[in-house]
């Protein structure tokens, strides 16, 4: 393995990473306000600081890269991962989880931004947006794999945090892989495009990645607990969240060879539209027999979304730097932070069929946004041209 594949490997894993604790918040929210004795919703809420976490993480990102080496960035950051979730299953009051899950949060934010930062430096842009894509992959894999442990934890009783001592592992593993080897410079990169002024396409997919994430977790955390609201049982509910994810993976197998040929402009328009069609039938159809295949059908739509509107918004600039990679992943940890808190809200004045319906308007207004930044970008190239 050369060093490439290290920095590759490790950026993938960190993907996983950050996958793997959202994953399962849907599946472990109800055990774990059993063991802590505090509501479901209060359980749900306290992943906020998780989440809150990643989007604090992201903020200090767009400078960080600016002031220390994108390798010391990676070890410190997984290193401080391994300590918290290690302290997630030790622990049993809610204070100490909720602060290690901040700092996991923290850390999960800064090490997306290098991972996605060391892609971007590290291959060429024609194969940028496959590579990014890929570590996509990467996420999806880990939502099967975290989902499915979970449901398994749950229906035998293991306890609530089972998946998150796994994932101590795989944050020992990215430590090993960085300390291993050599990262490129993100510091000559941003010293060039931040010369620059971005276009109101940029702007548009830093909005449209806050309102995918937003919907798309306020749609996969509720989802599972409205199936158990309507009689169905705990596993088999958190199984349809486990095909979300397997439909995604299938695309983003297909996506990492499909962006090559028909380029990130048309592969982020085809996305935007299935992500907001195949979420529709997660709350209009109440037959559970159906639901597995059409979270499948849904995953499957997304194509990899927030990979294929990154690369799309990197080619907005002439030389991609760690700030503007920052900047796309802050607007969507934006959305995942502020999903638990919002989330928790409307279902608290509502019912989790208003959640689910509220995700899909955030695709809608999604799609409208980067249908804005695809003409923009389109009428640009006409001028060069």
């Given at each position: 393995m050369n060093n490439r594949h290290r920095i590759t490997l490790a950026a993938f894993l960190a993907y996983f990473l950050m996958s793997g604790m959202l994953a399962p918040i849907g599946i472990i929210s109800a055990p774990m306000a059993a063991a802590l004795e505090i509501p479901v919703t209060t359980a749900t809420a306290s992943f906020s600081w998780l989440t809150i976490g990643i989007l604090i993480g992201a903020i200090i990102a767009l400078f960080l890269f600016d002031l220390a080496p994108l390798r010391a960035?990676?070890?410190?950051v997984s290193g401080a991962c391994v300590l918290a979730l290690i302290s997630i299953r030790l622990r049993s009051d809610a204070m100490t989880i909720r602060l290690a899950l901040g700092v996991i949060g923290i850390a999960c934010g800064i090490g997306l931004a290098a991972?996605?930062?060391?892609?971007?430096l590290c291959y060429a842009p024609r194969e940028r947006a496959s590579m990014l894509v890929v570590t996509d992959g990467a996420f999806s894999v880990a939502g099967i794999a975290c989902a499915a442990l979970a449901g398994y934890a749950v229906s035998h009783a293991w306890h609530w945090a089972t998946t998150y001592v796994v994932l101590a592992g795989v944050a020992a593993l990215i430590v090993a892989l960085a300390v291993s080897s050599r990262y490129p410079s993100a510091v000559s990169a941003d010293n060039q495009t931040n010369k620059a002024v971005w276009s109101a396409a940029v702007w548009c997919c830093v909005v449209a990645l806050f309102l995918y994430t937003l919907g798309q977790y306020a749609m996969l955390w509720w989802l599972p607990n409205h199936l158990v609201a309507q009689g169905v049982a705990a596993g088999d509910a958190g199984s349809v969240v486990g095909r979300f994810w397997s439909g995604m993976f299938a695309a983003q197998?297909?996506?990492?060879?499909?962006?090559?040929?028909?380029?990130?402009?048309r592969m982020t328009l085809l996305a935007a539209a299935g992500a907001l069609i195949g979420s529709v039938p997660m709350w209009a159809v109440s037959n559970y027999a159906w639901l597995p295949w059409l979270a499948a059908v849904w995953g499957f739509a997304n194509f990899g979304l927030l990979k294929v509107v990154l690369s799309f918004a990197t080619q907005q600039v002439t030389t991609p730097?760690?700030?503007?990679?920052s900047l796309m992943l802050l607007g969507a940890t934006s959305g995942t932070a502020i999903s638990p808190w919002l989330s928790s809200q409307i279902v608290a004045v509502s019912d989790t069929m208003t959640v689910l319906?509220?995700?899909s308007a955030c695709y809608l207004i999604m799609g409208l946004l980067l249908v804005v930044a695809s003409g923009q970008d389109r009428v640009e190239r006409m001028g060069h041209e």
């Open positions: 960035v990676v070890i410190a991972a996605a930062s060391a892609i971007s197998i297909l996506v990492a060879w499909w962006v090559l040929r028909t380029g990130a402009r730097s760690s700030r503007l990679v319906r509220f995700a």
